[in-house]
């Protein structure tokens, strides 16, 4: 769904829209069994909202100011099974976008303009477990399936996701500024741009293990 229009005649305008995504995965398998029957999977669900909003505006005849906000989440569930897992070694992902951009261009005269330019770029993902485990129970070594992700050496893996929180988070601060110059020389019409950019980068990476983790 979209809509958009004049705020202000010939002045300031809005444009905004929000889809919504939902996918459901049933009667899957995957080869747990190995060299016997399908082993059957709980069913997967993915759900994406986004939503988008946009001003525009136009104060004088040489100047547009322009900004946008995005907003985007994604959220699955009993997904990362292996192909010879059980289902309570997968996990549930989420994912969080927020992108905001920011510019103005000004038309000085016929031959120079300017513009200025911010992004903002925010970034989460995430998983928790199907089957949460706590952090380092007990250790239970005659059915260590209990306490972590455990390979029995049959090529199988049960218990439990190897972790807990698994965080990875970026953000990202962007400036631009740019110039741009028309001039004639050499019998020739020259366009000459310069411009700088400054960028602020950051990744948080978080990881807990599931009980004892993978063992």
Known sequence: ASLGGPILADRLFFYGSANFYRQTEKDTFNNFNIGGAPNPLPDSDLDINEYF?????????????????RYRTVAQ????????????????PKELDRIIVASWFWTASPKFNLEAKFNHNDNHN?????????????FNAAHP????NFSPGNGTTIGGTALAINNDDFRRDEY???????????????????????SDNRENLERIANGWGAI
């Open 77 to 92: 569930t009993n997904t990362d099974i292996g192909t010879t897992g059980l289902a309570s070694t997968g996990d549930n």
């Open 176 to 198: 631009k500024l740019t110039g741009g110059y028309l001039s004639n020389f050499l019998g020739a019409t020259h366009d000459i741009r310069a411009g700088a950019t400054f």
């Open 53 to 69: 909003g946009k001003l525009t505006s136009t104060p004088t005849s040489n100047q547009l100011l322009e900004g946008s906000f």
């Open 145 to 148: 399936e209990l306490v972590g």
């Open 126 to 138: 995430g998983a928790t477990p199907i089957d949460s485990l706590g952090y380092q129970p007990t």
